[in-house]
């Protein structure tokens, strides 16, 4: 007896029909390029996070998901730890694996150009929003 295999639909997203994601933080707006909002995948996420000049996004995590962060265009940071103290720098071109559930900030380290990432997540884009954090006042190295 031979075992049938199902192929899903290969299918293009196109850079300007891309759905908003159901997860939102304030900040980091982002768009579904591989999703189960788009496509016939399943335990898999895939798009773009933006973040204007300046901008930094609201304390979350992503629960269960591992989340895999490449940065497209821009610098950005992300914060994280003990009353978010600890920061690391991101150039273009560099990656970042957050784990699941580590409450973290993203921020665009320039008040001139735009923060892109490119950002996937296992088992889905999961994001939990997190209120009333005690956040510390951390002087940020912003350029250009």
Do not use: C
Not at 81 to 110: C, K, M, Q, T, W
Not at 120 to 131: A, K, M, S, Y
Request: aromatic share 10%; proline share 6%; charged share 25%.
């Amino acid at each position: 007896m031979t075992e049938q295999i199902i192929l899903k639909k290969l299918t293009v997203q196109r850079k300007g029909e891309l759905p908003e994601a159901p997860g939102q933080t304030n900040n980091a707006r982002r768009l579904s390029g591989v999703s189960a909002e788009n496509t016939e995948v399943s335990g898999l996420w895939f798009g773009k996070v933006f973040t204007g000049p300046g901008e930094i996004s609201d304390p979350h995590h992503h629960g269960e998901a591992e989340t895999g962060g490449y940065v497209f265009k821009g610098r950005g940071f992300i914060r994280f730890g003990e009353r978010y103290e600890e920061i690391v720098y991101l150039e273009e071109g560099d990656f970042v694996y957050v784990p699941p559930f580590v409450p973290h900030i993203e921020g665009n380290a320039s008040h001139t150009e735009e923060l892109v990432w490119l950002t996937t997540r296992t088992p889905d884009n999961i994001v939990v929003n997190l209120e009333n954090q005690d956040v510390a006042d951390l002087e940020i190295d912003y350029r250009s």
